[in-house]
């Protein structure tokens, strides 16, 4: 386990400001700066310098940050473990997008448990930012994610690749005819909000476009899907997201697909973990489990 001068430094790392941590912390500044200097000349090595005024982690700094960050967690997890284990149950905790937890995650839990009822499954269902934040801090064991991924940081394997649409109301004038992207820019736009893998995957695309979000003409940000698709098939703008998050809608004809000209978009969904945690063959585990339960509900 890592002690309190460790914990510190993982602080620190996290705000970026002597002061603030030890606001954080609740300790005084000169005692923040006491444990990182206990832990450099333990090290032998500078963790921490001033560039431009800002403060940045050295190289051996950073290794030691990502090396507490999976002791850390690791810790929380067999703490979690230790404690449930009187229940003759597994506990299982992970986070989902929104997208993923709202509209794959469903099926796949619920064959999970015809085949392995023993297991206790936790899903937090939050935006990209919060996840992987929870899977630093220990609070999850894994995360399936839209969007990208910092391959340094975290293990990554495909969980499954899905279909990025552009959609409008039944009513739109683009129904029925073939669309040119740059006329789709004198809508109003509805998306997620900063943070979100979806926002993140449809500004990446904007880019290949040499577009951005300000190339709108208007634009709403909403935190929930459910809204987002009901302005969009009340016409009161398009969107972007996932077929399989409109595909009740789109079956229903709620919803109608854009036909945008030479526009192709599949993304892959992710189940990620921090990079060589000492559960590393347990989560991969789950993966195979939860892959194969994917593919039998889609059969």
Do not use: W
């Given at each position: 386990?890592?002690?309190?001068?460790?914990?510190?430094?993982?602080?620190?790392?996290?705000?970026?400001?002597?002061?603030?941590?030890?606001?954080?912390?609740?300790?005084?500044?000169?005692?923040?700066?006491?444990?990182?200097?206990?832990?450099?000349?333990?090290?032998?090595?500078?963790?921490?310098?001033?560039?431009?005024?800002?403060?940045?982690?050295?190289?051996?700094?950073?290794?030691?940050?990502?090396?507490?960050?999976?002791?850390?967690a690791d810790a929380?997890?067999?703490?979690?473990?230790?404690?449930?284990?009187?229940?003759?149950?597994?506990?299982?905790?992970?986070?989902?997008?929104?997208?993923?937890?709202?509209?794959?995650?469903?099926?796949?839990?619920?064959?999970?448990?015809?085949?392995?009822?023993?297991?206790?499954?936790?899903?937090?269902?939050?935006?990209?930012?919060?996840?992987?934040?929870?899977?630093?801090?220990?609070?999850?064991?894994?995360?399936?994610?839209?969007?990208?991924?910092?391959?340094?940081?975290?293990?990554?394997?495909?969980?499954?690749?899905?279909?990025?649409?552009?959609?409008?109301?039944?009513?739109?004038?683009?129904?029925?005819?073939?669309?040119?992207?740059?006329?789709?820019?004198?809508?109003?736009?509805?998306?997620?909000?900063?943070?979100?893998?979806?926002?993140?995957?449809?500004?990446?695309?904007?880019r290949q476009y040499?577009?951005?979000?300000?190339?709108?003409?208007?634009?709403?940000?909403?935190?929930?899907?459910?809204?987002?698709?009901?302005?969009?098939?009340?016409?009161?703008?398009?969107?972007?997201?996932?077929?399989?998050?409109?595909?009740?809608?789109?079956?229903?004809?709620?919803?109608?697909?854009?036909?945008?000209?030479?526009?192709d978009a599949t993304?892959?969904?992710?189940?990620?973990?921090?990079?060589?945690?000492?559960?590393?063959?347990?989560?991969?585990?789950?993966?195979?489990?939860?892959?194969?339960?994917?593919?039998?509900?889609?059969?």
């Amino acid at each position: 386990m890592i002690d309190f001068r460790h914990k510190t430094f993982l602080a620190l790392c996290a705000i970026g400001n002597y002061t603030k941590t030890a606001e954080h912390l609740h300790i005084t500044q000169p005692a923040v700066t006491q444990h990182i200097q206990f832990l450099e000349e333990k090290y032998k090595c500078k963790l921490l310098i001033y560039e431009n005024k800002r403060l940045n982690l050295t190289p051996e700094g950073k290794e030691l940050r990502d090396l507490l960050t999976r002791i850390a967690a690791d810790a929380n997890r067999f703490e979690r473990h230790v404690t449930s284990r009187g229940s003759h149950r597994e506990d299982i905790y992970f986070g989902a997008t929104l997208s993923i937890g709202e509209y794959l995650m469903p099926q796949v839990i619920a064959e999970v448990l015809r085949t392995n009822p023993r297991l206790n499954i936790h899903m937090e269902v939050g935006n990209s930012q919060v996840l992987l934040e929870k899977l630093h801090q220990g609070e999850l064991d894994f995360a399936l994610i839209e969007g990208i991924i910092g391959k340094a940081q975290y293990h990554s394997l495909v969980f499954s690749r899905e279909r990025f649409i552009p959609v409008c109301a039944p009513s739109s004038t683009y129904v029925g005819r073939k669309v040119e992207f740059d006329e789709i820019l004198e809508s109003t736009l509805v998306l997620r909000e900063k943070g979100s893998g979806t926002r993140e995957i449809f500004e990446n695309i904007l880019r290949q476009y040499n577009y951005s979000l300000d190339s709108f003409q208007n634009i709403i940000e909403i935190g929930n899907m459910a809204a987002i698709k009901k302005l969009v098939a009340s016409n009161i703008g398009i969107t972007f997201l996932y077929e399989i998050a409109a595909q009740q809608e789109l079956v229903a004809g709620e919803l109608h697909q854009i036909d945008v000209v030479g526009f192709d978009a599949t993304r892959e969904f992710n189940f990620v973990f921090l990079k060589d945690s000492a559960f590393s063959d347990k989560y991969v585990g789950y993966y195979e489990m939860m892959k194969e339960a994917s593919n039998r509900d889609s059969v």
